[in-house]
């Protein structure tokens, strides 16, 4: 069964400075890679993917992440967080015979200015 | 353009009623999925539906089902509320049903059972 573990269940940072959002996975097969951010009272808004070909994704608003097979990791970052990125991010698998998202427990990332 | 839209925004049901919870794709959109949010956890899937037909269901007891119409809009019914279905039930549209495909969340139904 897949699985999505974020370690961190918060995340610090200053304006400016660059951010990492943590998360592993475990899936059978290759992985189809997903970040979301939700913001307070809203649903989730798709940043970013991994499907296949370079370990890094690029995604809206600035945000990259770097898939890493062997520590099947996919971390979000971004090189300078702004106040406005602060909300709770979301990692999630899904394998390639699977209908459905599994998400991970969610990452909240405070940006102080 | 519209994105996914559910209804109401607000509920509030007692112990043993039931519910309806309604959503509305994004345009071309034919594939619509059901997810349960519980408070301080990552959301959890329920259903998806493709073309009308069920495609997948997560690990939820049989008082959760739900339908997809020919407009591909979809309902989210729940049987003999309990306590612990108060959540935000999110909604997801994606235009096919290939595994790669993102999927775009809407605001969602905060259902609360008292």
């Known amino acids: 069964a897949q699985s999505v573990a974020q370690p961190e269940d918060q995340v610090n940072v200053a304006e400016g400075n660059p951010l990492t959002v943590k998360c592993t996975y475990s899936?059978?097969?290759?992985?189809?890679l997903f970040w979301y951010v939700q913001y307070p009272n809203r649903g989730l808004q798709f940043l970013l993917k991994?499907?296949?070909?370079?370990?890094l994704v690029k995604g809206s608003y600035g945000f990259e992440a770097e898939f890493n097979k062997s520590q099947t990791s996919f971390h979000l970052k971004k090189p300078s967080a702004l106040v406005s990125d602060s909300a709770l991010y979301f990692c999630?698998?899904?394998?390639?015979?699977?209908?459905?998202?599994?998400f991970g427990p969610g990452t909240r990332l405070s940006v102080l200015p | 353009d519209a994105g996914v839209t559910q209804s109401p925004t607000h509920l509030i049901k007692t112990r043993g009623q039931h519910v309806t919870l309604r959503c509305s794709p994004i345009?071309?959109?034919?594939?619509v999925s059901w997810y349960q949010q519980v408070l301080g956890q990552g959301p959890q899937f329920i259903f998806q539906?493709?073309?009308?037909?069920?495609?997948g269901r997560g690990n939820f007891p049989d008082r959760f089902s739900a339908r997809q119409f020919p407009n591909y809009s979809s309902e989210l019914n729940v049987n003999a509320l309990l306590l612990g279905d108060s959540a935000l039930y999110l909604c997801?549209?994606?235009?096919?049903?290939?595994?790669?495909?993102?999927?775009?969340f809407g605001p969602g139904t905060r259902l609360t059972v008292l």
């Open positions: 539906y493709y073309e009308k037909e069920e495609r």
């Open positions: 899936v059978s097969g290759n992985p189809y």
């Open positions: 999630a698998v899904r394998d390639r015979g699977g209908q459905n998202f599994v």
């Open positions: 991994y499907i296949t070909g370079d370990n």
């Open positions: 997801a549209s994606s235009w096919a049903q290939g595994t790669y495909n993102e999927q775009f």
């Open positions: 345009s071309g959109h034919k594939s």
